[in-house]
């Protein structure tokens, strides 16, 4: 990084994943992401009142996805109501869905539209500090 504007990628990373795992749940449903460096995992839970603080005993892994940060395009990231929508530059299919597919879109559910835009901001910023580009198209 050659520039001082805002946080680094550690730093930005460590409030994402601290973020996510407070924020990024719902009564039956619940998201928590691990990051090594641009690359995510996204690891999606299922169970009874996971809107509620750990530790979760009722709960199953329904699916991991997995992406890197330098694929997205910074200018496709966007909220609607409580979800982070986000796409690759130019429609890139990489993202993984436990190796049964590849999409070149996703997005992650947050308990309110207000977390959903918080972590917009930080994700776009983790973005561009991985070097996502702009879309030619």
Known sequence: RTDNSGPSLDETLKWMNEFTDTYARQKHSRTVLQFDQCEVTEHD????ELDRPGPFQHST???????????????????RLNSVKFANTNAKSSINHSSFFYTANWFLIFDTEEHANQFAKAFKHAVDLCGGKASTF
């Open 61 to 79: 892994e329904i699916r991991g996805t997995s992406y890197t940060l330098a694929d997205i395009d910074p200018k496709q990231i966007s909220v």
């Open 45 to 48: 839970f299922v169970g009874e």
